[in-house]
């Protein structure tokens, strides 16, 4: 409807040709990506299995390892060396520098795994949820020393919520780190007392047994994270996978790069030769050199001149990649941070007032009709009024409890319709996994996670 005409300049035939299919095929080189989250309760040792992995796996230098070791022993924290590897992607992250790839990326045999929003912190939930938003699947880290994993399965434990809260998110499979095997003498009898639970519980936090495994591990001695156990108290009735082949068999996830093109900016700059550069992660479809693209909610056409990425040119880029792209024929200041590219053939739609599905979490104050939050939508956050509630749900089953509640209470499921103060773009949940996916704040605190799950106006006016 909106769509401005092609400028007559920019003809498409001087760039080379893509076969889309050809190239994505050539680029995965036979790996599937996935993102992977790690949660569990504080303490659990995440940060520790995580960094302890990576470096078994060669992904941290020996210099800095060493380096590690040295200031973990000054501080006579030696096993704290392992989780520094995490932490210190995380403080070059909040410095704004680049982050290192090899540190949060890993491969197994069969793929390429993106570890997301590297647990170091305490304050845990509102990180863990952001990262598991845009997780494909997740380790569930829980501490198998006596009481310990009690502690964190029992309520105001986090391994329950945080298992609950991943399914609500939509990460369907789990493999569950029992992690600390070590400070249980690698006792069977301990690892089966803790699977049988935990299945019991993942069953009725609804998930499927076979996208469920476990895994008996230490990440402080490193026993069978990725090689098998030396350990004899271990070996001698662990026969099962190792964490790493546990991973490599995660059910591939199909990224939708047949979709079409969205592409949320998470930054802009000037680029070379009069172009403007956004950064942004793909988040369905596919982009090629020479395309025609909307610049939403803006509503402009730009045409793109380069992509790159990780700063290698590339002729075309997919769904799931962090890419740099050059455009031309848009005014800077009709971008922003939180704008959108995407396809001129399926444009995307700017909202002004969703129906959603939520999970409440922490709530000082009851959730009322007119409550306001904050929306954080991809990397967009921006001021929103709960202007409905329409009923609440069990929060395992979905079943609707109550139609119309006047208020609804932390630690519950309910649907809600939100209005914004400007557009957004956005996307239902049933049409794309990661853009139907958005977090509630307020007052600084994560209250809520939920999924889009209808447009009920636009900016154009009612649905
Ligand atoms: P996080 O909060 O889940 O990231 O946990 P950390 O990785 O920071 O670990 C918490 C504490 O448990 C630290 O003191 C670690 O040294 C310790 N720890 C982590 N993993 C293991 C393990 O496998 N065995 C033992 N004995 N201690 C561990």
């Known amino acids: ?206 998930y499927k047994e076979e996208n469920i495994s476990c895994i008996p591990c230490s990440g402080l001695t490193g026993d069978n994270l990725a090689h098998s156990s030396k350990e004899p108290l271990f070996s001698s009735w662990y026969k099962g996978n190792t964490l790493v082949e546990q991973i490599d068999k995660f059910i591939p996830v199909s990224r939708p790069v047949d979709k079409p093109f969205r592409l949320y900016i998470g930054d802009i700059f000037k680029g070379m030769g009069g172009g403007i550069s956004v950064t ?29 990425i990780n700063e290698e040119a590339v002729s075309c880029a997919f769904a799931g990649d962090h890419v740099t792209v050059v455009i031309t024929g848009v005014d800077i200041t009709n971008l922003n941070i939180g704008s959108i590219l995407c396809s001129t053939d399926v444009p995307m739609k700017a909202a002004t007032r969703i129906r959603a599905r939520v999970v409440l979490f922490n709530l000082e104050l009851p959730m009322t009709k007119g409550y306001t939050v904050v929306f954080h939508y991809q990397s967009l956050t921006e001021p929103a009024i709960v202007k409905r509630l329409v009923s609440q749900l069990n929060k395992s089953s979905g079943e609707v409890i109550k139609k119309r509640p006047k208020c609804l209470t932390k630690n519950t499921s309910a649907v809600v319709e939100i209005e914004f103060e400007r557009p957004i773009c956005l996307e239902l949940f049933k049409d794309n996994k990661d853009l139907g996916r958005f977090m509630l704040r307020n007052s600084g605190q994560t209250i809520a996670a939920g999924l889009i799950e209808e447009v009920l106006k636009t900016k154009a006016g009612d649905e």
């Open 280 to 308: 942004g992660k793909i988040a369905s479809g596919n982009v090629k050199q020479g395309d025609r693209v909307l610049v939403m909610p803006a509503m402009e056409l730009a045409i793109v001149k380069g992509i790159t």
């Open 1 to 206: 409807r909106f769509i401005p005409p092609l400028p007559k300049s920019s003809s498409r035939s001087k760039y080379e040709k893509v076969d889309v299919k050809e190239e994505y095929a050539k680029r995965q080189g036979g790996k599937d990506k996935i993102n992977l989250v790690v949660i569990g309760h504080v303490d659990a040792g995440k940060s520790t299995l995580m960094g302890h992995l990576l470096y078994q796996l060669g992904n941290v230098n020996k210099r800095l390892m060493h380096k590690y070791e040295q200031e973990s022993k000054k501080l006579g924290k030696g096993s704290f060396a392992f989780a520094w590897v995490l932490d210190e992607t995380e403080e070059e992250r909040a410095r704004g520098v680049t982050m290192d790839i090899a540190q949060t990326q890993f491969e197994t045999p069969g793929k390429i795994v993106t570890l997301l929003d590297a647990p170091g912190h305490r304050d845990f939930i509102p990180n863990m949820i952001t990262g598991t938003a845009q997780a494909d699947v997740g380790i569930l880290v829980v501490n198998a020393t006596k009481g310990e994993f009690e502690t964190g399965f029992e309520s105001g434990g986090q391994t329950r919520e945080h298992a609950l809260l991943a399914r609500s998110l939509g990460v369907s499979q789990l493999i569950i780190a029992v992690n600390k095997m070590d400070t249980v003498e690698w006792s069977k009898f301990r690892y089966d007392e803790i699977v049988k639970k935990m299945s019991t519980f993942m069953k009725q936090a609804g």
